[in-house]
């Protein structure tokens, strides 16, 4: 039976389109993406609301199965379809895992903040500047964080895990709104996931991005 998922372009659906092309669509009886635009009348209608307790995406239907959220979406489908894209209880590496998968919510959280602050909330309306300025701040230090700790190619010194995979979104979001060269190693890792071929697949299925309308948001004056 085909995989239906519920998606956004370039959203936090994002992970599951990646993770899909990482295992393979083929193992999943292919994979039908149905595509909304945030904001629009369409995320009221159709099987998302069914789907989803929270009426957001990501969510899936598959063989029966329907869930939402993008890391428990992730983590089941890791652990019954690619086990060597996790790590199993017991594994010394399972911690640091499962931190890393929560740490991209940690961080992808404020990026919705000012997606909600510099994108949604358009002229005439005026988003405080402190709150922005806080925001983003608080966005850099979770960049900063990740800067530090990247001692490889990738967050798990055994190699390439869905943990790489949960941060495709964030760190495709994060530069709208923070200056990334004081980040040599993220945009290494950045060009590192860029360069996968299940990821060119997943970017190649997205198309050119229709969210924002321009290359930086800096922090409006107060």
Known sequence: MTLTLHHVQYGRSFRVLWLTEEIGVDRFGGLDVVEYRIGTAGMREGALPRVSPAMRIPAIEHDGLEMSESGAIVQHLVETHAPQLGRAPGDAERPAYLQWIHYAETQASLI?????????????????ATV????VARLRQTLRGMEERLAGDWLL???????DIMMGFNLFAAPYYVKMDEFPRLLA?????????????AVGREGPQRFYDRDFYPVPEA
């Not at 922005?132 to 925001?135: A, C, P, R």
């Not at 010194?157 to 943990?163: D, M």
């Not at 890792?189 to 697949?201: C, F, I, S, T, V």
């Open 189 to 201: 890792y950045k060009a590192r996931m860029e360069a996968r071929d299940a990821h060119r697949r």
């Open 157 to 163: 010194p055994s190699g390439f895990s869905a943990a």
């Open 132 to 135: 922005v300025k806080l925001t």
């Open 112 to 128: 919705e903040q000012l997606n909600l602050m510099m994108v949604f909330l358009r002229p005439p309306a005026k988003p405080p």
